[in-house]
C-alpha cells in the first residue's frame, strides 16, 4: 500500500517505458516522497477549521481532525470531519449535515469509514469495514439496514492517503498523481488525479496574502474538477470547485470563526437552482402534450463537446459547425398488447446484471419493505399488465405525496412513503420502490425538464416493459413522460454505484443551453391507465381521479379510454319502478393548457355552476317529453362531461343525487 500511494504514477497520457538507468533516481524519488510523508504523520493531530461558500455567499463549514490512535494492538491514523449546509433552493432553506469518522493505516489504506448524514427528517448512517480486497456495507435509513459488498482493489486509499500522498509532492512542481480514493459522499470507489502546478500569491483577505501551493484534482469517474491550495505544512487553505453549475469555495478560518458559522442561522447560500437553470426563448403552450421536440443544445465552456445520452427516447442528429448539437426527442409508450411477455418478472439468474439491479432493492429504494411492499399491491390489484400497473403506481405517486416542497435535500423510498412529503427526486425514488416491489424494473432518471418558460434540474424514472424502456413522471402523473425531458443521467441508485451514475448527471447540469427549434403537440392525450369500476353503489376511475354514487341496478359498461378529441369512460341506463330513468355517459377532455375551457365546448352557453368545488357549467334541453342534462366540470389536467339523455318523469332528482355524489378527491 505504501508503495502504491508514494510512487509518482505520471500522468493519464500514456506513459513512455522505464529504462534501467532510471531506477535509480525513481527509488530515490520514492524515498524522498516517504520522508515527507512521515513528516506529515509527526504534524498529528492537527485541526482545520473551513468555511464553505456556494455560489459568492457563506453557506457552511466543515471541521476536520486527524490523529494518531491504537486499536486493537495498531497504529492507525484517525479522520474525524463535521459539517453543515444551508442552502436555498426555490425559496425553501434546505439544511444538510453529516459526520464521517474514518481509520486508515498509516501508509494510507483504510480500515473503516462511519458516516452519518441528515438530508431529509431523518438520519442516515453508514458503516463500512474494508477486508481482504472487500468493501463491506451497512447503510440504515428510516430504521432498516441494507447490507451490501463492493470488490475493491489492494491499492484504494481514503482521505489521509490522498493527503498524505499529496503533502508529499508539494515541493516538486509538475509532480502527478493517480489513485483509487474510497468517496463517502458516493459510496463506491472513484478515480483520482492530481497535479501539483507550483507556489502562487493568494491574497486571503484585504491587505494579507500568503504563498500556497496550487494542486489541480480530477474525479474522473464524475467529471468534477476541483483547485486546492495548501500551506508549507499541507493545510487546505482555499479551494475551488463547480458543481452542477454551483460555485464552491472553502477558506481556512479560526475555530472561533466557524463556531459563529455553525451556531448561526444567517448564513444560507443563492438558490442552488437556478444555476441549473436554462431559460426558454419563447413560452411553450401545452408542454405536457408534446410528442416530438427538437432541441439545440449547446456547452457552456468554450469549445466543449457537448454529451448528452442517447437511447430510444433521444437520438442525436447532427453535431453543428459551432459545436452545438440538434437532438430530436420523443415521447414513447408501448403498443397495445395482450402477449404474455407482459408478465411481472422476478429478479432471478435468468435476467441480466442491469435488470436485476433494477428490481433489487437499495438503501435508497427499499422496495422489498413491507410498507413498499403492502402500498405497491394495493395499488395494481389484480392487474397483470406491468405498464397499467406502472401508470397506475405513477398516479398514485402523484396524488399521495401530498407535501410538495423542497425542504427536503433528499428521501430514501420509505421515507416518502411514510412522510408523503418532498419534491420530483422523492417522487422518483417511491415511484421506482413501488414499481420494483411489484416486479418491474424501474430506474431513476436525472436531466432537464422544460416548465413555465425554464428548463429546470428534474428527476422522473424509466420502466422496463418487454424489453424496452418507458419514461413516467411521478411529479406530472399523467401515464407517460412527455418530449420536453432531457436526460442526462440513468441510475439504479444501487450501493456503490453513485460515482457512476451521478457523473452523468454533473456533465450537464448547469453546463448545458437548450433551446427548442420544432415542437409537434398531440391533439388530444388519453392516458391507457386500467380503466374505472364498480365499487359497490360507486364508479370509480383511479386513473382519471373521479368517483360518483349510481342508483342501485343501474347497468354499467365500463371503458377503457381511446384517443380522439374525447374519451369514453363510462356507459350507465338506469330504469326505476315508476318508471323514471336515465341513460349516463362519462367522457373525459383534456383541459386547456391556458387554463380555459376547451374551445370544441360551448362553454359560453352553460350556466356557471360548481361540482365537488370544481368549476362546471351545466346545460338543460328539452325535446318533448324527454331532457337531456349536462355537467361539464373541470378537474386537474382534465375536462369531465357528465351527460344525461332520455331523462323522465321524476329522474332528474336522481340525476342531481348522482352529481351531488362525484368525488374527485377519493
Given at each position: 500500500?505504501?508503495?502504491?500511494?508514494?510512487?509518482?504514477?505520471?500522468?493519464?497520457?500514456?506513459?513512455?517505458?522505464?529504462?534501467?538507468?532510471?531506477?535509480?533516481?525513481?527509488?530515490?524519488?520514492?524515498?524522498?516522497?516517504?520522508?515527507?510523508?512521515?513528516?506529515?504523520?509527526?504534524?498529528?493531530?492537527?485541526?482545520?477549521?473551513?468555511?464553505?461558500?456556494?455560489?459568492?455567499?457563506?453557506?457552511?463549514?466543515?471541521?476536520?481532525?486527524?490523529?494518531?490512535?491504537?486499536?486493537?494492538?495498531?497504529?492507525?491514523?484517525?479522520?474525524?470531519?463535521?459539517?453543515?449546509?444551508?442552502?436555498?433552493?426555490?425559496?425553501?432553506?434546505?439544511?444538510?449535515?453529516?459526520?464521517?469518522?474514518?481509520?486508515?493505516?498509516?501508509?494510507?489504506?483504510?480500515?473503516?469509514?462511519?458516516?452519518?448524514?441528515?438530508?431529509?427528517?431523518?438520519?442516515?448512517?453508514?458503516?463500512?469495514?474494508?477486508?481482504?480486497?472487500?468493501?463491506?456495507?451497512?447503510?440504515?435509513?428510516?430504521?432498516?439496514?441494507?447490507?451490501?459488498?463492493?470488490?475493491?482493489?489492494?491499492?484504494?486509499?481514503?482521505?489521509?492517503?490522498?493527503?498524505?500522498?499529496?503533502?508529499?509532492?508539494?515541493?516538486?512542481?509538475?509532480?502527478?498523481?493517480?489513485?483509487?480514493?474510497?468517496?463517502?459522499?458516493?459510496?463506491?470507489?472513484?478515480?483520482?488525479?492530481?497535479?501539483?502546478?507550483?507556489?502562487?500569491?493568494?491574497?486571503?483577505?484585504?491587505?494579507?496574502?500568503?504563498?500556497?501551493?496550487?494542486?489541480?484534482?480530477?474525479?474522473?469517474?464524475?467529471?468534477?474538477?476541483?483547485?486546492?491550495?495548501?500551506?508549507?505544512?499541507?493545510?487546505?487553505?482555499?479551494?475551488?470547485?463547480?458543481?452542477?453549475?454551483?460555485?464552491?469555495?472553502t477558506r481556512a478560518v479560526t475555530a472561533d470563526?466557524?463556531?459563529?458559522?455553525?451556531?448561526?442561522?444567517?448564513?444560507?447560500?443563492?438558490?442552488?437552482?437556478?444555476?441549473?437553470?436554462?431559460?426558454?426563448a419563447s413560452f411553450l403552450p401545452a408542454a405536457?402534450?408534446?410528442?416530438?421536440?427538437?432541441?439545440?443544445?449547446?456547452?457552456?465552456?468554450?469549445?466543449?463537446?457537448?454529451?448528452?445520452?442517447?437511447?430510444?427516447?433521444?437520438?442525436?442528429?447532427?453535431?453543428?459547425?459551432?459545436?452545438?448539437?440538434?437532438?430530436?426527442?420523443?415521447?414513447?409508450?408501448?403498443?397495445?398488447?395482450?402477449?404474455?411477455?407482459?408478465?411481472?418478472?422476478?429478479?432471478?439468474?435468468?435476467?441480466?446484471?442491469?435488470?436485476?439491479?433494477?428490481?433489487?432493492?437499495?438503501?435508497?429504494?427499499?422496495?422489498?419493505?413491507?410498507?413498499?411492499?403492502?402500498?405497491?399491491?394495493?395499488?395494481?390489484?389484480?392487474?397483470?399488465?406491468?405498464?397499467?400497473?406502472?401508470?397506475?403506481?405513477?398516479?398514485?405517486?402523484?396524488?399521495?405525496?401530498?407535501?410538495?416542497?423542497?425542504?427536503?435535500?433528499?428521501?430514501?423510498?420509505?421515507?416518502?412513503?411514510?412522510?408523503?412529503?418532498?419534491?420530483?427526486?422523492?417522487?422518483?425514488?417511491?415511484?421506482?420502490?413501488?414499481?420494483?416491489?411489484?416486479?418491474?424494473?424501474?430506474?431513476?432518471?436525472?436531466?432537464?425538464?422544460?416548465?413555465?418558460?425554464?428548463?429546470?434540474?428534474?428527476?422522473?424514472?424509466?420502466?422496463?416493459?418487454?424489453?424496452?424502456?418507458?419514461?413516467?413522471?411521478?411529479?406530472?402523473?399523467?401515464?407517460?413522460?412527455?418530449?420536453?425531458?432531457?436526460?442526462?443521467?440513468?441510475?439504479?441508485?444501487?450501493?456503490?454505484?453513485?460515482?457512476?451514475?451521478?457523473?452523468?448527471?454533473?456533465?450537464?447540469?448547469?453546463?448545458?443551453?437548450?433551446?427548442?427549434?420544432?415542437?409537434?403537440?398531440?391533439?388530444?392525450?388519453?392516458?391507457?391507465?386500467?380503466?374505472?369500476?364498480?365499487?359497490?353503489?360507486?364508479?370509480?376511475?383511479?386513473?382519471?381521479?373521479?368517483?360518483?354514487?349510481?342508483?342501485?341496478?343501474?347497468?354499467?359498461?365500463?371503458?377503457?379510454?381511446?384517443?380522439?378529441?374525447?374519451?369514453?369512460?363510462?356507459?350507465?341506463?338506469?330504469?326505476?319502478?315508476?318508471?323514471?330513468?336515465?341513460?349516463?355517459?362519462?367522457?373525459?377532455?383534456?383541459?386547456?393548457?391556458?387554463?380555459?375551457?376547451?374551445?370544441?365546448?360551448?362553454?359560453?352557453?352553460?350556466?356557471?355552476?360548481?361540482?365537488?368545488?370544481?368549476?362546471?357549467?351545466?346545460?338543460?334541453?328539452?325535446?318533448?317529453?324527454?331532457?337531456?342534462?349536462?355537467?361539464?366540470?373541470?378537474?386537474?389536467?382534465?375536462?369531465?362531461?357528465?351527460?344525461?339523455?332520455?331523462?323522465?318523469?321524476?329522474?332528474?332528482?336522481?340525476?342531481?343525487?348522482?352529481?351531488?355524489?362525484?368525488?374527485?378527491?377519493?
Amino acid at each position: 500500500m505504501q508503495d502504491a500511494i508514494a510512487t509518482q504514477r505520471g500522468s493519464r497520457s500514456r506513459r513512455p517505458a522505464i529504462q534501467p538507468l532510471h531506477l535509480c533516481l525513481i527509488a530515490g524519488l520514492a524515498l524522498a516522497l516517504h520522508g515527507r510523508s512521515q513528516e506529515l504523520l509527526d504534524r498529528l493531530p492537527r485541526d482545520e477549521f473551513l468555511i464553505v461558500k456556494m455560489g459568492g455567499q457563506d453557506a457552511g463549514w466543515t471541521q476536520r481532525r486527524r490523529e494518531i490512535v491504537e486499536l486493537d494492538g495498531r497504529r492507525l491514523v484517525r479522520s474525524h470531519e463535521v459539517g453543515g449546509i444551508r442552502m436555498m433552493r426555490l425559496g425553501s432553506t434546505v439544511e444538510i449535515s453529516g459526520e464521517t469518522t474514518s481509520l486508515e493505516l498509516p501508509g494510507g489504506g483504510p480500515v473503516s469509514i462511519e458516516s452519518v448524514s441528515s438530508m431529509s427528517a431523518r438520519e442516515t448512517k453508514t458503516t463500512v469495514s474494508f477486508a481482504e480486497g472487500r468493501a463491506n456495507i451497512a447503510t440504515t435509513t428510516a430504521g432498516r439496514t441494507q447490507n451490501s459488498t463492493q470488490r475493491i482493489d489492494d491499492s484504494v486509499i481514503g482521505p489521509f492517503g490522498l493527503e498524505r500522498a499529496m503533502v508529499a509532492r508539494l515541493d516538486q512542481p509538475g509532480a502527478e498523481f493517480e489513485g483509487q480514493l474510497w468517496m463517502a459522499d458516493v459510496g463506491s470507489v472513484v478515480e483520482v488525479w492530481a497535479k501539483v502546478v507550483g507556489k502562487e500569491e493568494l491574497e486571503l483577505e484585504p491587505g494579507r496574502s500568503a504563498t500556497l501551493t496550487r494542486v489541480e484534482f480530477e474525479i474522473e469517474k464524475l467529471g468534477m474538477k476541483s483547485t486546492t491550495w495548501y500551506d508549507a505544512e499541507g493545510r487546505e487553505t482555499r479551494s475551488h470547485a463547480t458543481v452542477a453549475g454551483i460555485v464552491m469555495e472553502t477558506r481556512a478560518v479560526t475555530a472561533d470563526e466557524l463556531g459563529r458559522m455553525r451556531d448561526g442561522k444567517e448564513a444560507v447560500s443563492g438558490d442552488v437552482f437556478a444555476p441549473s437553470m436554462v431559460k426558454e426563448a419563447s413560452f411553450l403552450p401545452a408542454a405536457r402534450r408534446s410528442e416530438r421536440a427538437v432541441l439545440r443544445v449547446r456547452s457552456r465552456e468554450t469549445g466543449a463537446a457537448v454529451e448528452v445520452l442517447e437511447d430510444a427516447r433521444q437520438r442525436r442528429l447532427r453535431t453543428l459547425e459551432d459545436g452545438s448539437a440538434l437532438f430530436e426527442l420523443r415521447a414513447v409508450t408501448p403498443a397495445p398488447t395482450a402477449g404474455f411477455a407482459r408478465t411481472p418478472l422476478a429478479a432471478d439468474e435468468s435476467l441480466d446484471a442491469d435488470l436485476r439491479a433494477n428490481l433489487a432493492p437499495n438503501s435508497a429504494i427499499q422496495s422489498d419493505a413491507p410498507r413498499i411492499v403492502e402500498i405497491a399491491e394495493k395499488i395494481v390489484g389484480d392487474e397483470t399488465d406491468p405498464w397499467i400497473r406502472a401508470q397506475l403506481i405513477e398516479r398514485w405517486v402523484e396524488r399521495n405525496v401530498t407535501d410538495k416542497n423542497f425542504d427536503v435535500g433528499f428521501a430514501s423510498a420509505l421515507e416518502v412513503a411514510e412522510d408523503r412529503a418532498g419534491d420530483c427526486s422523492e417522487h422518483a425514488v417511491l415511484l421506482a420502490a413501488l414499481c420494483r416491489a411489484a416486479r418491474i424494473p424501474c430506474r431513476v432518471v436525472m436531466g432537464l425538464l422544460y416548465i413555465g418558460g425554464i428548463w429546470g434540474g428534474h428527476a422522473w424514472n424509466e420502466v422496463w416493459i418487454d424489453g424496452e424502456w418507458y419514461a413516467l413522471d411521478g411529479t406530472l402523473g399523467l401515464g407517460r413522460a412527455d418530449a420536453l425531458h432531457l436526460a442526462f443521467s440513468k441510475m439504479t441508485l444501487a450501493d456503490g454505484n453513485g460515482a457512476a451514475e451521478f457523473g452523468a448527471l454533473l456533465t450537464g447540469l448547469g453546463k448545458l443551453d437548450v433551446e427548442v427549434l420544432e415542437l409537434s403537440i398531440a391533439h388530444s392525450l388519453a392516458p391507457s391507465l386500467a380503466r374505472g369500476r364498480i365499487d359497490g353503489d360507486r364508479y370509480v376511475d383511479e386513473a382519471f381521479g373521479v368517483s360518483f354514487r349510481l342508483p342501485e341496478g343501474a347497468r354499467t359498461e365500463v371503458l377503457r379510454p381511446s384517443g380522439g378529441i374525447g374519451f369514453d369512460l363510462l356507459r350507465a341506463h338506469s330504469r326505476q319502478d315508476a318508471g323514471a330513468g336515465w341513460r349516463l355517459v362519462l367522457r373525459g377532455y383534456e383541459a386547456d393548457a391556458e387554463g380555459d375551457w376547451p374551445e370544441f365546448l360551448p362553454a359560453d352557453e352553460g350556466e356557471e355552476t360548481s361540482v365537488d368545488g370544481r368549476p362546471a357549467l351545466h346545460f338543460a334541453r328539452k325535446v318533448g317529453d324527454e331532457t337531456t342534462l349536462r355537467w361539464l366540470v373541470r378537474s386537474g389536467p382534465n375536462v369531465f362531461e357528465f351527460r344525461f339523455s332520455d331523462v323522465e318523469g321524476d329522474a332528474r332528482a336522481l340525476v342531481e343525487a348522482v352529481i351531488a355524489s362525484v368525488d374527485f378527491d377519493r
